[in-house]
């Protein structure tokens, strides 16, 4: 079965992480399996619900349907509650959040780097913990050919002016600290 032969792989890459990251793959595996379980439910009662309708459609009565019908569409309903949640359990395996302009962002992100959004601060003892990456870009001399091109590098390594945090490519705000980076 290939899901077992890619999870062997995954676990052999080695370090104590990966394992953790196979065991969080199973799970996200097996609660998307869940998800499409239940998305699989709402098909059959949506067909179940236009079978209802065309009987009362040729009973020239439609409002026969309506006793059928309306139990279907709360279970519908009740089932899409139970995907959201199956999909927050999902985010929070990955450590993920979404930012209210739908950019979904680490779990410990304090800014959120597209608009700029202040998450709550996050508990204080994990600030001290976060280093401050501010080594500067060391050109990579060892192949002279290649010493003439444009440092193309340096726009990767972009980092805030205010507190030194590296930023991402696309970042208008430092995810650390909020300041805009342009
Ligand atoms: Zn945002
Ligand atoms: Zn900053």
Do not use: W
């Amino acid at each position: 079965m290939s899901f077992f032969k890619k999870l062997t792989d995954t676990v052999s890459k080695g370090v104590s992480t990966a394992t953790e990251k196979a065991q969080q793959t199973v799970e996200i595996t097996r609660l998307n399996a869940q998800i499409s379980g239940k998305r699989k439910e709402i098909d059959k009662l949506f067909a179940s619900i236009g079978e209802s309708v065309y009987e009362g459609y040729q009973a020239h009565d439609l409002s026969l349907a309506q006793s059928k019908v309306i139990p279907k569409c709360e279970e519908i309903t009740a089932i899409h509650v139970e995907i959201a949640a199956l999909n927050d359990r999902i985010k929070s395996i990955r450590n993920e959040k979404d930012c209210v302009c739908g950019k979904r962002l680490p779990e410990d992100t304090r800014f959120c780097p597209a608009c700029g959004n202040r998450f709550p601060d996050p508990i204080p003892v994990e600030l001290e913990k976060t280093p401050v990456q501010v080594d500067p870009y060391v050109p990579d001399e060892l192949d002279s050919e290649q010493s003439d091109a444009p440092s193309v590098a340096t726009d990767q390594r972009q980092i805030c002016n205010s507190c030194g945090t590296p930023l991402y490519a696309d970042s208008h705000f430092c995810p650390a600290c909020g300041e805009p980076t342009r």
